[in-house]
């Protein structure tokens, strides 16, 4: 079957590096997103990774390593707005995405 | 990036009655639609596909005859709760992807989503 692993919750301090893993499982690849989701509004686009490697986004940076079905998201100098649900969903063969639970980050002074 | 724009964003509504929600590509034509439920501290739950001009595809366990989806024109989905009950209360969001390019930019596959529309069920 499909399938997406991410931790439930997860906390760091404001200023801080925070990493947040991803397993999946699907039938074929075409590629694994990042979104963003604070409460009660909808998710937004942070990351897309295909190919093997990191891709660096100002404070965000994505990781992809298709051997091993994971990713990671590493958030940098963390604010206290960077408090939010994290999406981690990957594209399967038929460009249809399966979506993690989500990983709530709780950032503390 | 490309625009979704969903209405409304809450809506209230009494138990027996059907609510609609529509959303609207802004800059882009799009032929497929994505409709979800999230349930508060729960992840995205796709319940179907909106195909333009054709029948939308609806996920397992999503009643076809209460959640009545069309999909009429390249820019718009509508999404009617049919005799919406207190445990239709949820947040439905809805998402499309540029892939005519019509925005002016490549499909890379990234999902647009609209603002999301929050129906409470008394």
């Known amino acids: 079957g499909q399938n997406i692993d991410q931790p439930t919750e997860m906390t760091a301090t404001e200023g801080a590096i925070v990493q947040i893993n991803c397993t999946y499982q699907?039938?074929?690849?075409?590629?694994l997103f990042w979104y963003q989701q604070h409460a009660g509004e909808a998710p937004t686009f942070l990351s897309y990774?295909?190919l093997d490697g990191l891709e660096e986004k100002g404070r965000f940076s994505s990781f992809l390593s298709r051997s091993k079905g994971y990713s990671y998201l590493l958030l940098k100098e963390l604010q206290m707005k960077d408090s939010a649900s994290y999406l981690c969903?990957?594209?399967?063969?038929?460009?249809?995405?399966?979506w993690g639970a989500g990983t709530k980050l709780i950032i503390k002074p | 990036g490309a625009v979704v724009s969903q209405h409304p964003s809450w809506v209230i509504c009494k138990s027996g009655t059907s609510v609609k929600i529509e959303c609207r590509s802004l800059?882009?034509?799009?032929?497929?639609m994505f409709w979800y439920r999230q349930f508060p501290k729960q992840s995205l739950m796709l319940m179907a596909t909106?195909?333009?001009?054709?029948?939308?595809?609806?996920e397992q366990g999503v009643e076809k005859d209460k959640f009545l989806i069309n999909h009429a024109s390249l820019t718009l989905s509508t999404l009617t709760v049919t005799s919406a009950h207190p445990e239709d209360s949820s947040f439905y969001i809805c998402?499309?992807?540029?892939?005519?390019?019509?925005?002016?930019?490549?499909?890379?596959?990234?999902?647009?989503f609209g603002e999301g529309s929050r129906l409470t069920v008394l």
């Open positions: 969903a990957a594209m399967d063969s038929n460009y249809q995405l399966i």
């Open positions: 998402s499309a992807r540029d892939t005519l390019g019509t925005s002016g930019r490549a499909d890379t596959g990234e999902l647009f």
């Open positions: 699907t039938s074929g690849f075409n590629g």
């Open positions: 990774n295909v």
């Open positions: 800059d882009f034509q799009a032929t497929t």
């Open positions: 909106s195909n333009e001009g054709s029948k939308a595809t609806y």
